[in-house]
């Protein structure tokens, strides 16, 4: 990182010792084992003597690290980054330009290993839901090895009961949001302007196009699609697709499952269950409950098929919101 070295004949440690008397200064570290694996701080930026750095991380100027903050090995600060309130980040960590982490309030957030905040992203503050009570704890826990695009917000819990949660190895594109209460799983791509209201559930492997916006307390299933623009007002179930405002079941997210490395059979037999379920001929017809009841009985030795049906009865219960609509073509 070319800023952090002095392009004159001294050192970086010369240059600090220079503004030894600004008490904000951070030092290098001191122990001789850490010399293969040195801590850059730019003289301009503004770390807490109490803040808690791992070696060989480096901060750029104009950066601000907070006194309860935690900066695992290795991280990296680039020029007017922040990071603010009980607040750590595990190793590797990157917080690209204008980045901001954390916020001075009582809870913490915890980032994982291996992460990227991007220009401008705003994670760990205030959440915006007014239940919220001023003095109350509130969290939000990252994993590792995601990557959270420019502009991208996520915000702590609105209460301490709760938390805001975001898995492992997700794609948060630039300018998403992610609210309060939330929790994501592993492995999802969130396309760019993705919005996320609160206490909304994301299970694995989905990926939402471009502008999609998805109704608090809403869960979306494992291996689903979210089309571009579409506007997710109830629960998309496993393995399916939607588009469309109010979103509607478009059939099951083929193409992500082959990507996904289901076999065949395993489609072939998703494939026949939606049409049961959603396609009935003249013999099947009756309510939705008795088909999904029908098809378990008939197929419940097939893992995928039960996840499936587990999915839509799941979203039936008296504390979710139910599936999102669908169009009941016949199949005869």
Same mark, same amino acid.
């Given at each position: ?130 239940? #919220? ?17 420019? #502009? ?121 269950? #939606? ?58």
């Amino acid at each position: 990182m070319r800023w952090l070295r002095n392009t004159n004949s001294n050192s970086l440690a010369s240059t600090l010792l220079q503004y030894s008397s600004l008490s904000f200064l951070r030092p290098l570290s001191n122990a001789a084992a850490d010399d293969w694996n040195p801590t850059f701080v730019h003289p301009t930026a503004i770390i807490h003597p109490n803040a808690t750095l791992g070696q060989g991380v480096s901060i750029g100027p104009f950066c601000t690290v907070g006194s309860s903050v935690k900066l695992g090995n290795a991280c990296k600060l680039y020029p007017g980054s922040h990071i603010f309130g009980y607040s750590q980040l595990g190793d590797n960590c990157i917080l690209m330009t204008g980045a901001v982490v954390g916020d001075e309030l009582p809870g913490k957030t915890v980032i994982g290993s291996n992460n990227i905040i991007g220009h401008h992203a705003v994670v760990g503050v205030k959440c915006q839901d007014l239940k #919220y009570k001023d003095g109350d704890e509130c969290f939000l826990d990252i994993g590792d090895n995601n990557e959270i695009r420019e #502009y991208s917000s996520i915000h702590r819990s609105s209460k301490p009961d709760d938390q805001t949660i975001v898995g492992h190895n997700n794609l948060i594109m630039g300018s998403c949001h992610v609210a309060h209460d939330c929790k994501i799983g592993n492995n999802n791509i969130l396309a760019n302007n993705t919005l996320l209201a609160g206490h909304i559930v994301v299970e694995d492997y989905i990926h939402t196009a471009g502008a999609a916006v998805v109704h608090q307390h809403c869960h979306l299933g494992s291996f689903c699609f979210i089309g571009g623009g579409s506007v997710v007002s109830q629960d998309v179930p496993k393995f399916m697709m939607v588009s469309g405002d109010r979103a509607e079941l478009r059939g099951l997210n083929l193409e992500g499952l082959r990507r996904r490395g289901f076999s065949a059979t395993e489609i072939k037999g998703l494939r026949a269950a #939606y049409r049961k379920i959603f396609m009935p001929n003249d013999n099947e017809s009756g309510s939705i409950e008795d088909r999904l009841k029908e098809l378990h009985e008939e197929l419940c030795q097939i893992p995928v098929i039960c996840s499936m049906v587990q999915s839509i009865c799941d979203s039936f219960s008296e504390s979710r919101r139910g599936i999102c609509k669908y169009r009941q073509w016949n199949a005869s």
